[in-house]
């Protein structure tokens, strides 16, 4: 059974630092490109950054590039997702996933930036 686990998340005043974890299990994790996705209340899930099977490629939407990281681990099958420069737009439930899953998202992990 495919599950991702979310953790890390709370709240950070603007301008902090957050680093999330989401550790995968039920497949070959090092065989999978995998991705972070967050979704604001009364707003879509968007994608936020993608990272190669073996980590040699990175990808970021627009709205993060140059402030959140994405990075692995194979041997502990978690994905990381460093996040700096946190502004109050990035509260948001965040969730990882294995590139093409298409089963339920994970519980997520809360990211409350605020004052």
């Known amino acids: 059974q495919v599950q991702f686990v979310e953790s890390g998340g709370g709240l950070v005043q603007p301008g902090g630092s957050l680093r999330l974890s989401c550790t995968a299990s039920?497949?070959?994790?090092?065989?999978?490109?995998m991705r972070w996705y967050r979704q604001a209340p009364g707003k879509e899930r968007e994608f936020l950054a993608s990272?190669?099977?073996?980590?040699?490629?990175?990808n970021y939407a627009d709205s993060v590039k140059g402030r959140f990281t994405i990075s692995r681990d194979n041997v502990k099958n978690t994905v990381y997702l460093q996040m700096n420069s946190l502004k109050p737009e990035d509260t948001a439930v965040y969730y990882c996933?294995?590139?093409?899953?298409?089963?339920?998202w994970g519980q997520g992990t809360q990211v409350t930036v605020s004052s």
């Open positions: 996933r294995s590139n093409g899953y298409i089963g339920p």
């Open positions: 039920g497949f070959t994790f090092n065989g999978y490109t």
């Open positions: 990272i190669t099977s073996t980590g040699s490629s990175t």
